[in-house]
């Protein structure tokens, strides 16, 4: 597919379980974008890769929040001993840098967690 | 922490009428962009519009960006109920990499 892919699209956790949030960007993307989205709220910042550097981890919660890019394509965002406050849909997006000037994200649709 | 506010929270009209939601921001940017979000998916860009741009058409939208009062408006004329959905704003800052910064959102009802 030409989109962003994100796997599982749900899930549920019981707390203190760990989970692992998967994310396949378009291809050739050099930028990846984590964000969380509480409900009725904008996606908030998580973390920012440019191909396998994390340049920018500044919105992660806690360190029970833990990302990777390994090979600059594939992302897992990872989460250990979840909280119910950790309940949110799980964003994920990239973009092609154009010379450093901007351009679109391209959003999946997301993992929904559920911690119980 | 959010970087724009999106006015209103929300807003409902009927098919045919014009919609228009209003962002403000806090810090400098180099570009803002607008993002539609349908219910349970993952957001779609619509249209960009650079710090040294006043005003950008796309179809039935048109996006103005006001830097020295820190804000831009969306407009979407002849609205459908396909349009009904949440918009966000969302701010790249000047300088450094392009961190993507959204604000709070508007949802949008348009009625048959």
């Known amino acids: 597919g030409a989109g962003v892919s994100q796997s599982p699209r749900y899930k549920v956790a019981k707390r203190g379980q760990d989970v692992a949030l998967r994310c396949d960007p378009i291809?050739?993307?050099?930028?990846l974008f984590w964000y969380q989205q509480a409900l009725g709220q904008g996606p908030e910042f998580l973390t920012y890769f440019q191909n396998e550097a994390q340049l920018d981890k500044s919105g992660l919660p806690s360190d029970r929040f833990f990302a990777e890019r390994p090979e600059g394509s594939v992302s897992t965002l990872k989460i250990q001993r979840t909280q119910q406050e950790d309940s949110a849909v799980y964003l994920c997006?990239?973009?092609?840098?154009?010379?450093?000037?901007?351009?679109?994200?391209?959003f999946g649709n997301g993992t929904r967690l559920t911690v119980t | 922490s959010q970087q724009g506010e999106e006015d209103p929270q929300a807003l409902s009209i009927q098919e045919g009428e014009n919609a228009t939601m209003n962002c403000s921001y806090k810090?400098?940017?180099?570009?803002l962009q607008w993002y539609r979000q349908n219910s349970g998916r993952g957001l779609v860009h619509l249209i960009l519009?650079?710090?040294?741009?006043r005003e950008k058409h796309s179809g039935r939208l048109r996006v103005t960006l006001d830097t020295s009062k820190k804000s831009s408006s969306l407009l979407i004329t002849a609205s459908r109920a396909a349009d009904t959905a949440s918009y966000f704003c969302a701010t790249g800052p000047s300088g450094g990499y392009q961190k993507v910064t959204f604000g709070t959102g508007t949802k949008l009802q348009v009625i048959p």
């Open positions: 997006a990239s973009s092609s840098l154009d010379g450093g000037q901007s351009s679109p994200l391209h």
């Open positions: 291809s050739g993307h050099v930028s």
């Open positions: 519009i650079r710090s040294n741009e």
């Open positions: 810090t400098s940017i180099n570009n």
